[in-house]
T-cell receptor, first 111, second 115 residues
């Protein structure tokens, strides 16, 4: 296993469109996280899964955002009716017993 | 509320010089602390972590960090910086009041290395 992978790496979309990102975690990790990082800032927590259960969501996650992790494997993050303020890097991380490992992120640009 | 502060937004050092990046945290109990590095357009790579025990921890790429409870600090150091160390560095702490393992990050410090 080569680590956490995210797809796509870059996405440009028009305001009002829906977008979906995918994260494939390290296979033996049961914990999966989504973070959002805007320019010049550190990553901010969005949501957390343990296996297939979504156990915590940040206030940052408006009702336009939804995340799933069917079967406790890969995860998707969907943003509906995108706004320019959604432009950011979306990072996925998975965690086993110790530290979290991050993917390379999906850079979203809303025009 | 828990927080992480990295006082230096931007630091420039000459190649071969020593480096110290500052990190202060706010947390009542013993924290789990991390330093991550991020190259432009990339994800985060773990440099080192502190959970317990020896307060001086060694990481990858020649980095080390020292946990000082009395100062609520976890500063990152490197004796001799290489040009390839130019990147953004983030200090993070595991959020303590939930059992999720989610991380709280500082704002980051951008390191520039002069030839």
């Amino acid at each position: 296993d080569t680590g956490v992978s995210q797809d796509p790496r870059h996405k440009i979309t028009k305001r009002g469109q829906n977008v979906t990102f995918r994260c494939d975690p390290i296979s033996e990790h049961n914990r999966l996280y989504w973070y959002r990082q805007t320019l010049g800032q550190g990553p901010e927590f969005l949501t957390y899964f343990q296996n297939e259960a979504q156990l915590e969501k940040s206030r940052l996650l408006s009702d336009r955002f939804s995340a799933e992790r069917p079967k406790g494997s890969f995860s998707t993050l969907e943003i509906q009716r995108t706004e320019q303020g959604d432009s950011a890097m979306y990072l996925c991380a998975s965690k086993g017993n110790t530290e979290a490992f991050f993917g390379q992120g999906t850079r979203l640009t809303v025009v | 509320a828990q927080s992480v502060t990295q006082p230096d937004i931007h630091i420039t050092v000459s190649e071969g010089a020593s480096l110290e990046l500052r990190c202060n945290y706010s947390y009542g109990a013993t924290p789990y602390l991390f330093w991550y590095v991020q190259s432009p357009g990339q994800g985060l790579q773990l440099l080192l972590k502190y959970f317990s025990g020896d307060t001086l921890v060694q990481g990858i790429k020649g980095f080390e960090a020292e946990f000082k409870r009395s100062q609520s600090s976890f500063n990152l150091r490197k004796p001799s910086v290489h040009w390839s160390d130019a990147a953004e560095y983030f200090c993070a702490v595991v959020h303590g009041s939930s059992n999720t393992g989610k991380l709280i990050f500082g704002q980051g410090t951008t390191l520039q290395v002069k030839p």
